[in-house]
């Protein structure tokens, strides 16, 4: 049992409030996970700058020096902002993958939580209000963003297993559930070229969805891929730069319920997790169908 939300915003007058509006959500979820919790925040970017998100279980000594150190690797203006055992690292789009090859070698016991224009993701072991105070949630702006608590039941409870997983540029996937099929789609993408840092299936999952938006699927249609390539039972709710996702299983036997008005669409485990988001007395409240494809995007229509 895990708890999801998430919260994609259609008027931009929300956006300073996408971390309070987020935050408030997961933690009326805390219940359903107290293992560990994430977030990922979606802002809108410059069009110039990209972002790295890293981790550290020693985080003075690995972030000590680093900014000075990157700027030296890549010959390029760099700026780091510590939070706790993250760091935000800002750096120029197209020095994007030369950053993380560099943070990998000069940092080998940094963990990279998420890198692109538009995503940061937080996550650490903890309850909810914990890990969204140490990182100061509350306050960051964006447009859209999704969050989980966990109840480990197939993998050790880690910072590394917490979610949400990232497997791409400004990608990233939250999931209730179970796959069965999981070992066999790892060697599958393994030997596509994709790379795992755990043995979580939502992972797995993660990295199914971004291999296929590689082969030039949108959320959409990769989501629904996945309902004939993932056994299992999964609720999934996803974000890319631009664009949130939702899918359950063909069974839907894990709970969800969305909201939506002119503002925003909403996610939740349960309707208690959308009570205080605003005018939702006059949303469209639903379930979401089994094995049916929920997908919203900034850039174009459904």
């Known amino acids: 049992m895990c708890g999801i939300v998430g919260l994609f915003l259609k ?19 805390t219940d359903r996970g107290p293992d560990s919790a994430g977030i990922a925040i979606y802002g809108a970017g410059d069009g110039k700058n990209a972002k790295i ?13 680093l900014e000075s150190d990157l ?6 203006a760099v700026a780091v902002e510590i939070k706790s055992t993250h760091a935000v690292i800002t750096l120029a789009s197209e020095k ?36 969204i105070s140490r990182f100061g949630v509350t306050s960051m702006s964006g447009t859209h963003g999704i969050g989980h608590t966990r109840m480990a039941t197939e993998s050790a409870v880690t910072t590394l297993g917490a ?3 990232s497997t791409g540029a400004d990608q990233c996937l939250v999931h209730n559930g179970s796959l069965s099929n999981h ?3 790892r060697r599958e ?16 999952a993660a990295a199914y969805l971004t291999a296929e938006m590689a082969k ?37 036997c894990k709970p969800a319920v969305m909201a939506e008005t002119d503002q925003y669409v909403a996610f939740g485990s349960e309707y208690r997790a959308l009570v205080s988001l605003p005018g939702i007395e006059n949303a469209r409240i639903w379930e979401p169908e089994p094995a049916t494809v929920y997908f919203w995007d900034h850039e174009k229509a459904a």
């Open 163 to 165: 979610h949400p997983f």
């Open 53 to 65: 998100t890293i981790q550290s279980p020693n985080a003075k000594k690995d972030f000590d020096g």
């Open 183 to 185: 070992n066999n789609l």
């Open 71 to 76: 700027r030296r690797a890549l010959d390029t």
């Open 216 to 252: 030039g699927k949108d959320l959409g249609e990769a989501l629904t891929g996945a309902l004939s390539d993932l056994d299992g039972f999964f609720t999934f709710v996803v974000g890319t730069k631009s664009g949130f996702g939702v899918v359950r299983d063909p069974i839907a």
């Open 189 to 204: 993408l393994v030997r596509e070229g994709m790379t795992f840092e755990t043995q979580n299936d939502s992972e797995v």
């Open 11 to 29: 008027d931009k007058s929300l956006e300073p409030k996408l971390g309070s509006l987020l935050s408030s959500m997961l933690v009326t979820m």
């Open 96 to 131: 994007l993958d030369e950053g993380r090859a560099a943070i990998a070698s000069l940092r080998p016991d940094v963990r990279i939580m998420s890198s692109g224009d538009a995503i940061e993701i937080y996550k650490e072991t903890g309850l909810p209000k914990d890990v």
